[in-house]
């Protein structure tokens, strides 16, 4: 397993920027494949984005696909979620994820999760 941290969160207005951090730390951080997924109230957990540490094989979900932008940083152990064109309904609870899956939108894949950084876009 790995240890995340995110921070970034925060309350924002509609159309406007945010971007979150998550740093990781473990002995394998290496080998695991890095995704954010958002929680908002009553709602289940989704999947937002994924990307490999060498930077390459960003997956996005479309209802983020060309808003949100997903990078990792190798060097400092630390991945970023850029997000533009905040909308309401992206107000959840942010949340940096680790697998050892090639590939995953499924939240059950990711087994060290971060403590979570809430986002809130107000209309």
């Known amino acids: 397993q790995v240890q995340l941290v995110e921070s970034g969160g925060g309350l924002v207005q509609a159309g406007t920027s945010l971007t979150l951090s998550c740093v990781a730390s473990g002995r394998t951080v290496g080998r695991h494949l890095m995704g954010w997924f958002r929680q908002a109230p009553g709602k289940e957990r989704e999947f937002v984005a994924s990307?490999?540490?060498?930077?390459?094989?960003?997956v996005y979900a479309d209802s983020v696909k060309g808003r949100f932008t997903i990078s990792a940083d190798s060097a400092k152990n630390a991945v970023y979620l850029q997000m533009t064109g905040l909308k309401p309904e992206d107000t959840a609870v942010y949340y940096c994820?680790?697998?050892?899956?090639?590939?995953?939108?499924?939240?059950?894949?990711?087994?060290?999760w971060g403590q979570g950084t809430q986002v809130t876009v107000s209309s």
């Open positions: 994820a680790a697998t050892v899956s090639s590939s995953s939108r499924n939240r059950w894949d990711y087994n060290s």
């Open positions: 990307i490999a540490w060498s930077g390459y094989y960003a």
